[in-house]
C-alpha cells in the first residue's frame, strides 16, 4: 500500500515563526501536492511539485515556500506563521500522468495547524 | 469558484438505506474522482470515471456520470455507520491539478 505520512498530526505555533511541515512518501511517486483545507471551502492547491527540485504554485501560495531535495520528500514552509494560516494541511501524492489524465491521488493523515 | 460542487451539505440516514450525493461541475472534464474523508483523517480514494464512461461499481459504491449536464452521483447502498464521513468530488483542471468540491457529510445512524 502507498504510504504517505506527515511529521506531526497536531502543531500549535505563534504568530511570526517559522514552520516546517513535512511530508513524506514510499511510493516512488512524482508528484506531490500540499493542500490547505478549510471548512465550507474544500481543498485548497498551495503547491506541487512534479519533480525533484520542481515546483508550481497551486492556487493560495502566498504566505508558503515548498522544498523538495528528494523524491520521497516534500515540504511546506511557513515563513512567518500568521492566524490566518490555522487550517488543516494535507499532502498528497500521485504516480506520473499519463496519458491525458491525473491518476488519484494518495493522501497523508493531515497536520492540524494553530497558530496563536 | 470550486470547479465541483456537492449536494447536499450534509446527510443523516439510518443505517441499511441508501445514501446519494451529488456533484455539479462547470467546465469539460477528463475524469471525475470521489474521495472518503473520515473525521480529521486524510482522504482515500474511492472511484474514478472517466469521460466516456457513464457508469462505475465498485462493491457498495454506485457512481454515474453525464457530461451534458456536467453532474455526476455517487450512491452507497445498504449504508452502515462506518460509511459516516465526509465525501468529496474531483475534476481535473488540466494538467496536474485536481479541484476537490467542498464535500458532503454523510451521517449513517446505527
Known amino acids: 500500500d502507498v504510504k504517505v505520512t506527515q511529521s506531526s498530526r497536531y502543531l500549535v505555533k505563534r504568530t511570526g515563526e517559522k514552520v516546517f511541515l513535512e511530508c513524506v512518501q514510499d511510493m516512488d511517486h512524482e508528484n506531490m501536492f500540499w493542500y490547505r483545507q478549510d471548512p465550507g471551502l474544500g481543498l485548497r492547491l498551495i503547491y506541487f511539485?512534479?519533480?525533484?527540485?520542481?515546483?508550481e504554485k497551486g492556487d493560495i501560495p502566498e504566505g508558503y515556500s515548498v522544498s523538495r531535495e528528494k523524491k520521497e520528500r516534500f515540504s511546506l514552509i511557513l515563513e512567518s506563521a500568521s492566524t490566518n494560516q490555522t487550517s488543516m494541511y494535507l499532502c498528497a501524492s500521485s504516480p506520473p500522468l499519463t496519458g491525458v489524465a491525473p491518476y488519484e491521488q494518495y493522501f497523508g493523515p493531515g497536520t492540524r495547524l494553530t497558530v496563536t | 469558484s470550486q470547479q465541483g460542487e456537492e449536494d447536499p451539505q450534509a446527510l443523516s440516514i439510518q443505517e441499511g438505506e441508501n445514501a446519494t450525493m451529488n456533484c455539479s461541475y462547470k467546465t469539460s472534464i477528463n475524469n471525475l474522482q470521489w474521495y472518503r474523508q473520515n473525521s480529521g483523517r486524510g482522504l482515500v480514494h474511492l472511484i474514478l470515471i472517466r469521460s466516456n464512461e457513464r457508469e462505475k461499481h465498485s462493491g457498495r459504491l454506485r457512481v454515474t456520470l453525464d457530461t451534458s449536464k456536467k453532474s455526476s452521483s455517487l450512491l452507497i447502498t445498504a449504508s452502515r455507520a462506518a460509511d459516516t464521513a465526509s465525501y468529496f468530488c474531483?475534476?481535473?483542471?488540466?494538467?496536474?491539478?485536481?479541484?476537490f468540491g467542498a464535500g458532503t457529510r454523510l451521517f449513517v445512524k446505527a
Open positions: 511539485s512534479y519533480d525533484v527540485k520542481m515546483k
Open positions: 474531483a475534476t481535473d483542471a488540466g494538467g496536474f491539478k485536481t479541484i
